[in-house]
C-alpha cells in the first residue's frame, strides 16, 4: 500500500443544541480535524482529531500534517504503521518542538488514518482486524444530556428522557459551579427523579481545587456517583492521589493526557480508577492501545473520552479486554458513512471496513473549511 497523497481537512460540525457548557468551555460546533491518506491502489483512509471548532488552531494542525509529516509519508507502504509512527512520533525536528499539543493531535490523525487504511485493506472492521470482539453489548452512557449550561428543569427532562425513553442504564452530568451546592441540588434531584439503579457519574472539567472536591465529595456520599471525572487541574498528580485516597468516589480522567507517560505517571500515584483515553489527543490508535494494556496490566477499566464522538472508540472498546463501557455524545456521528449508533443502551457493533472514520461527501461539501 505506496502511499500517494496525504491531503488534510477540516470540517466545523453544529452540535445537538445550539451551543453547550461544561465548566470550562463553551463551544456551538466540533471540530472535526483530519487527513485523507490515499494509496496507488486507490484505497483512502481517514483519520482526525476532536477540537473546539477554532479555526485559526485548526489549521494549525492541517498545517503540521500537510508540511511536517505528509513528507515523511508520501512513498511509504502503509502497511508499516508501527514503523511509520515511531519515524513521525520520534523525528527529531519535530520531538524537539513537541510531544504532545498540536503536533501530537496531528500524529493522531495520521495513525488513524493508516489503521483505517489497513482495515480496509483486510476488508475488516477495525475491531476485527485487532483480533475480534470481546462483548456482544458495548453499554453506553449518555453525557449529552448533562451540560452545565442546562437548567435544572432541562437536565431533569434531558435525562428522564435517556432512561425513560432511550434505553440508556447510565448517564453523566456535568459539574462546577462556582457555588458547588448548586451541582448538589441539582444532581440531587437528578437522583431522586430516575432512583437508584441508574449510574450517575459526574464531571468537573478540571475546574475545581482540592479542598472543594473534597467538600464537595462529603456532601455528594449519598448520592451514589459512579466516578468523579477530571475534578481538577489536568496535570496535578498530587492532589487527584489525595482525593482518591480520601473519598469513596472512584476518579476518571485522561481526555487531556497525552502520551502514554502521563498516563503511567497517574496509575502508578494512585490517582486514577477509570482510565480515560482518547485516540485525538494521545498519539493515534498507536499510543491509545499502550495506554490500555497498561491499564489492564494494573487491573484499571478503560472507558474512552469520546473525543472523537466514539467512531473510532466504539471499535477499540468492542476489541480491548479492559473496556467496560463508552461515552455517547452524538454530535458528529450522522456525517460518517458508518455512524455510532446507540439502540437501547447499547452501542451498536461496526460491519463496514475500517475504522467507521470516513465522512460523507455532503459533509465536506457542507461544512469543510479552508486550510488558509
Same mark, same amino acid.
Given at each position: 500500500?505506496?502511499?500517494?497523497?496525504?491531503?488534510?481537512?477540516?470540517?466545523?460540525?453544529?452540535? &445537538?443544541?445550539?451551543?453547550? /457548557? @461544561?465548566?470550562?468551555?463553551?463551544? !456551538?460546533?466540533?471540530?472535526?480535524?483530519?487527513?485523507?491518506?490515499?494509496? $496507488?491502489?486507490?484505497?483512502?483512509?481517514?483519520?482526525?482529531?476532536?477540537?473546539?471548532?477554532?479555526?485559526?488552531?485548526?489549521?494549525?494542525? &492541517?498545517?503540521?500534517?500537510?508540511?511536517?509529516?505528509?513528507?515523511?509519508?508520501?512513498?511509504?507502504?502503509?502497511?508499516?504503521?508501527?514503523? +511509520?509512527?515511531?519515524?513521525?512520533?520520534?523525528?527529531?525536528?519535530? %520531538?524537539?518542538?513537541?510531544?504532545?499539543?498540536?503536533?501530537? +493531535?496531528?500524529?493522531? $490523525?495520521?495513525?488513524?488514518?493508516?489503521?483505517?487504511?489497513?482495515?480496509?485493506?483486510?476488508? %475488516?472492521?477495525?475491531?476485527?482486524?485487532?483480533?475480534?470482539?470481546? &462483548?456482544?453489548?458495548?453499554?453506553?452512557?449518555?453525557?449529552?444530556?448533562?451540560?452545565?449550561?442546562?437548567?435544572?428543569? #432541562?437536565?431533569?427532562?434531558?435525562?428522564?428522557?435517556?432512561?425513560?425513553?432511550?434505553?440508556?442504564?447510565?448517564?453523566?452530568?456535568?459539574?462546577? *459551579?462556582?457555588?458547588?451546592?448548586? @451541582?448538589?441540588?441539582?444532581?440531587?434531584?437528578?437522583?431522586?427523579?430516575?432512583?437508584?439503579?441508574?449510574?450517575?457519574?459526574?464531571?468537573?472539567?478540571?475546574?475545581?481545587? +482540592?479542598?472543594?472536591?473534597?467538600?464537595?465529595?462529603?456532601? $455528594?456520599?449519598?448520592?451514589?456517583?459512579?466516578?468523579?471525572?477530571?475534578?481538577?487541574?489536568?496535570?496535578?498528580?498530587?492532589?487527584?492521589?489525595? +482525593?482518591?485516597?480520601?473519598?469513596?468516589?472512584?476518579? #476518571?480522567?485522561?481526555?487531556?493526557?497525552?502520551?502514554?507517560?502521563?498516563? =503511567?505517571?497517574?496509575?502508578?500515584?494512585?490517582?486514577? *480508577?477509570?482510565?480515560?483515553?482518547?485516540? !485525538? =489527543?494521545?498519539?493515534?490508535?498507536?499510543?491509545?492501545? %499502550?495506554?490500555?494494556?497498561?491499564?489492564?496490566?494494573?487491573?484499571?477499566?478503560?472507558?474512552?473520552?469520546?473525543?472523537?464522538?466514539?467512531?473510532?472508540?466504539? *471499535?477499540?472498546?468492542?476489541?480491548?479486554?479492559?473496556?467496560?463501557?463508552?461515552?455517547?455524545?452524538?454530535?458528529?456521528?450522522?456525517?460518517?458513512?458508518?455512524? /455510532?449508533?446507540?439502540?437501547?443502551?447499547?452501542?451498536?457493533?461496526? %460491519?463496514?471496513?475500517?475504522?467507521?472514520? !470516513?465522512?460523507?461527501?455532503?459533509?465536506?461539501? =457542507?461544512?469543510?473549511?479552508?486550510?488558509?
Amino acid at each position: 500500500m505506496k502511499i500517494t497523497s496525504v491531503e488534510p481537512f477540516i470540517l466545523h460540525l453544529p452540535l &445537538t443544541s445550539d451551543s453547550i /457548557s @461544561d465548566s470550562t468551555h463553551s463551544i !456551538t460546533h466540533w471540530g472535526v480535524v483530519g487527513t485523507k491518506i490515499t494509496t $496507488a491502489e486507490g484505497l483512502e483512509g481517514y483519520g482526525f482529531t476532536g477540537t473546539h471548532a477554532h479555526l485559526p488552531s485548526d489549521r494549525l494542525i &492541517t498545517a503540521c500534517i500537510r508540511d511536517c509529516y505528509a513528507p515523511l509519508l508520501i512513498g511509504e507502504d502503509a502497511n508499516d504503521h508501527q514503523r +511509520l509512527w515511531t519515524r513521525l512520533a520520534r523525528y527529531p525536528s519535530l %520531538q524537539w518542538v513537541g510531544r504532545a499539543g498540536i503536533t501530537h +493531535l496531528a500524529l493522531a $490523525a495520521v495513525d488513524v488514518a493508516l489503521w483505517d487504511l489497513k482495515a480496509k485493506k483486510a476488508g %475488516q472492521p477495525l475491531w476485527s482486524l485487532l483480533g475480534g470482539a470481546r &462483548t456482544e453489548g458495548l453499554e453506553a452512557y449518555n453525557t449529552d444530556i448533562g451540560w452545565l449550561s442546562f437548567s435544572k428543569d #432541562a437536565l431533569l427532562a434531558g435525562a428522564a428522557r435517556a432512561v425513560e425513553e432511550d434505553g440508556f442504564t447510565r448517564i453523566k452530568i456535568k459539574v462546577g *459551579h462556582d457555588d458547588p451546592n448548586v @451541582d448538589i441540588d441539582r444532581l440531587a434531584a437528578v437522583r431522586q427523579r430516575l432512583g437508584g439503579a441508574v449510574r450517575i457519574a459526574i464531571d468537573a472539567n478540571g475546574k475545581w481545587d +482540592l479542598p472543594t472536591c473534597q467538600r464537595f465529595c462529603e456532601k $455528594a456520599r449519598d448520592l451514589n456517583i459512579y466516578w468523579f471525572e477530571e475534578p481538577m487541574w489536568y496535570d496535578d498528580i498530587a492532589s487527584h492521589a489525595a +482525593l482518591a485516597r480520601n473519598t469513596a468516589i472512584p476518579v #476518571a480522567l485522561g481526555e487531556q493526557l497525552y502520551t502514554v507517560d502521563a498516563f =503511567r505517571a497517574f496509575i502508578a500515584a494512585g490517582a486514577v *480508577h477509570y482510565v480515560q483515553p482518547d485516540v !485525538t =489527543r494521545l498519539a493515534g490508535i498507536t499510543e491509545y492501545i %499502550q495506554v490500555a494494556d497498561l491499564a489492564l496490566a494494573h487491573r484499571l477499566p478503560v472507558v474512552p473520552h469520546a473525543g472523537e464522538m466514539s467512531q473510532v472508540h466504539v *471499535h477499540l472498546s468492542y476489541w480491548h479486554p479492559a473496556s467496560t463501557i463508552l461515552e455517547y455524545i452524538p454530535w458528529i456521528k450522522d456525517h460518517f458513512h458508518e455512524p /455510532s449508533n446507540v439502540m437501547d443502551g447499547v452501542f451498536l457493533r461496526p %460491519q463496514q471496513p475500517g475504522a467507521s472514520t !470516513t465522512p460523507l461527501p455532503e459533509s465536506f461539501a =457542507r461544512y469543510g473549511k479552508s486550510l488558509g
